[in-house]
Structure formats: structure tokens, C-alpha cells
């Protein structure tokens, strides 16, 4: 039971333009969302989070939506840019889950120039 | 700073043989974090240890054991290793509540055959 899902395996946009990467989650006990960037042959790192009581956080290129009632969270990437071209990860973690998170499956951006 | 330290970066490993994956942090972080990453599969859960001395099962423990030697490393052993092995392995550390979750190594790309 896949409880973080991401439904679009990849995305291809052009630089400049807006990248909308899309995550669904099923269990209502998750309380903090955050989303990691994973270059080939690299681990994953960490790019921006947004907490259950928020519904938007932004930070400089970056923009997480969060609508609760949907259970659906987005990335907002504002310009594009080549270096964008990486494997985007949504995750989850809920109270009392000893700080697991729970993994989407991921997103393949490639930017275009 | 360092972060978290993996070795090997590479292993070839033939059916049956063991290994143990070897993990190391230097941010004096409380909880660590085995997952694998396999085409398709996102990010999975095998063990993880949320303080020194404690160890738990996560989503895919089956073939693996873990030891959490001390604050500073927890090691993955793989007993008799299995081609379904094969993947890319990420060690991760966190403080509890992070607001910025995990930092990952860089991997360990094992491919058993």
C-alpha cells in the first residue's frame, strides 16, 4: 500500500518556464511533507519541507503547495533552469512514526535549454 | 564537513557471499537510516535506529541485518546475498524533528550475481 505516491514517472519542460511536480498521500496521520533532489550517482538532499499547518512555503525559486482536504501537495520550480535536471523525491512523515519518512517513488525533471 | 560517510562506493558481489555495508555520520545525530533505491520503487525503508542501542525493522528488512555500533556508525550486513539485492543502498542520519529530514551518503551501488 503505497501511502506517498507520484504519479507522473517524469516531466520535461523548457528552461525558463514553470516545473509543477505533483504528490498524492493517503494517511491523514502525516504531519510534515518535504521534497529531496537526487542527482545521478549522489544521495538525495534536501530541497524544502512545509508543515500539516501551512498551506504554502516558498523559498526563492521554490514553492510547495500543500491542500490538505485533497491530500495532494506540489513543487512549484520558478524559472526552470538545466541544473533543475534531476530525480525529485516527495516525502512523510507522520507523529509518532520515531521520525520515518515515507518515500514517494519519484519524478524524473528534465529541463531543456 | 564530512556528513555521511558510505563505503564501499561499488561492490560485486556473487550469490551467497556476505557482505556489510559500513555507514558513519560526524553531526552527532541521534537516528540512522538504511534504504535502497530500486528503478521504479522510490525510496524503501530496510532498518532504521533512532537513538544508540536501538534497532527496528522497516519496510523491506528480509536478507539484511543491522548493527548500530555507536552514535556515530550503523552498518547493514547482508548474510547470504540474493540478485533481488541488487540496488543502490543509502545510509541517512537525522536529529529528531529536523525540519529539513535526513541527510544521505552518496550510496552504495551493489549488484549481485
Known amino acids: 500500500d503505497q501511502q506517498v505516491k507520484q504519479n507522473s514517472p517524469s516531466l520535461s519542460v523548457q528552461e525558463g518556464r514553470i516545473s509543477i511536480l505533483n504528490c498524492d498521500y493517503t494517511?491523514?496521520?502525516?504531519?510534515?511533507f518535504l521534497w529531496y533532489k537526487k542527482y545521478p550517482a549522489e544521495g538525495p538532499t534536501f530541497l524544502i519541507s512545509?508543515?500539516?499547518?501551512?498551506d504554502k512555503n516558498e523559498d526563492g525559486r521554490f514553492t510547495v503547495f500543500l491542500n490538505k482536504s485533497a491530500k495532494h501537495l506540489s513543487l512549484h520550480i520558478v524559472p526552470s533552469q538545466p541544473g533543475d535536471s534531476a530525480v525529485y523525491f516527495c516525502?512523510?512523515?507522520?507523529?509518532?512514526?520515531?521520525?520515518?519518512?515515507?518515500f514517494g517513488k519519484g519524478t524524473l525533471l528534465t529541463v531543456n535549454p | 564537513n564530512a556528513g555521511v560517510t558510505q563505503t564501499p562506493k561499488f561492490q560485486v558481489l556473487k550469490t551467497g557471499q556476505s557482505m556489510t555495508l559500513q555507514c558513519a555520520q560526524d553531526?552527532?545525530?541521534?537516528?540512522m537510516y538504511w534504504y535502497r533505491q530500486d528503478p521504479g520503487m522510490g525510496l524503501r525503508l530496510i532498518y532504521y535506529?533512532?537513538?544508540?542501542?536501538?534497532?527496528d525493522k522497516g519496510e523491506v528488512p528480509n536478507g539484511y541485518n543491522v548493527s548500530r555500533l555507536n552514535k556515530r556508525e550503523f552498518s547493514l550486513r547482508l548474510e547470504s546475498a540474493a540478485p533481488s539485492q541488487t540496488s543502490v543502498y543509502f545510509c541517512?542520519?537525522?536529529?529528531?524533528?529536523?525540519?529539513?529530514?535526513?541527510?544521505f551518503g552518496s550510496g552504495t551501488r551493489l549488484t549481485v550475481v
Open positions: 541517512a542520519s537525522s536529529e529528531r524533528a529536523s525540519q529539513t529530514g535526513y541527510t
Open positions: 494517511n491523514s496521520m502525516f504531519d510534515y
Open positions: 512545509i508543515s500539516s499547518i501551512k
Open positions: 516525502a512523510a512523515i507522520s507523529r509518532g512514526s520515531n521520525y520515518k519518512l515515507t
Open positions: 553531526m552527532n545525530h541521534n537516528s
Open positions: 535506529s533512532a537513538s544508540e542501542g536501538t534497532t
